[in-house]
């Protein structure tokens, strides 16, 4: 695996607008892998995109991966304060290697 | 399943003494993580199981961190002696993987370490 960075490292929305993060990694992947994290607790998983897809949603979740730009991104729509977490990508090279690491996330604060 | 059970759920320990982290992953997981998270570093990967075998510790800050995986059901992570600087949320996660299949990680709820 290879550890995915975030970016923007935090972002700061109003309810109901839509937030959109991004991911960058650096070599070929056998998926990409989005988890969120509230204050304090364990991460959790979100959504997960292989190489061969483009596109993937999950409720008012969407999530982008373009191979040629070796880029993600997780889209968010009609935010909640609910939402505000942080958020990290982990890219997974694929192999029986399972390696997890992550970026430093993140900070998405919703304000209502 | 009840998840990723962690315990204690907080230690507060005094700098010099040991410290034993433990973990309990998913039944039928065969991947098993510890974390370390701090405002400084992030989330760093310190060492990681496959089948009770440990495959990567190079994440392992120091000589006095060690981890244990004596069974599929149970793992621990010990510091000794312990320093102010270990100071910080440890996280156990599991996974299971296969070829064909892709998997996320289950992490626990984190034990919160204050070293004084």
């Known amino acids: 695996s290879q550890q995915g960075e975030e970016d923007p490292q935090a972002l700061s929305i109003q309810e109901g607008e839509n937030a959109t993060m991004n991911c960058s990694y650096k070599?070929?992947?056998?998926?990409l892998q989005w988890y969120r994290q509230n204050s304090g607790r364990g991460l959790v998983h979100l959504i997960l995109i292989r190489s061969n897809e483009r596109e993937k949603h999950s409720g008012r979740l969407r999530v982008t991966l373009d191979t040629s730009k070796k880029s993600s991104s997780l889209l968010i729509t009609a935010s909640r304060a609910a939402d505000t977490a942080s958020y990290f990508c982990a890219a997974f090279s694929g192999g029986s290697n399972y390696k997890l690491t992550f970026g430093k996330g993140t900070l998405l604060t919703v304000n209502p | 399943d009840a998840g990723v059970i962690q315990s204690p759920r907080h230690e507060v320990t005094e700098m010099g003494q040991e410290v034993t982290l433990r973990c309990k992953p998913i039944?039928?997981?065969?991947?098993l993580f510890w974390y370390r998270q701090t405002m400084m570093r992030g989330l760093e990967l310190l060492i990681y199981f496959n089948n009770n075998v440990p495959i990567d510790d190079s994440g392992m800050p120091e000589d006095r961190f060690s981890a244990k995986m004596p069974n599929a059901s149970f793992s621990t992570l010990k510091i000794q002696p312990s320093e102010p600087r270990d100071s910080a949320v440890y996280f156990c996660?599991?996974?299971?993987?296969?070829?064909?299949?892709?998997?996320?990680?289950?992490f626990g709820q984190g034990t919160r370490l204050t070293v004084v």
């Open positions: 070599t070929s992947i056998n998926n």
């Open positions: 039944s039928g997981h065969d991947y």
């Open positions: 996660a599991s996974s299971f993987w296969q070829p064909t299949r892709n998997t996320e990680a289950f």
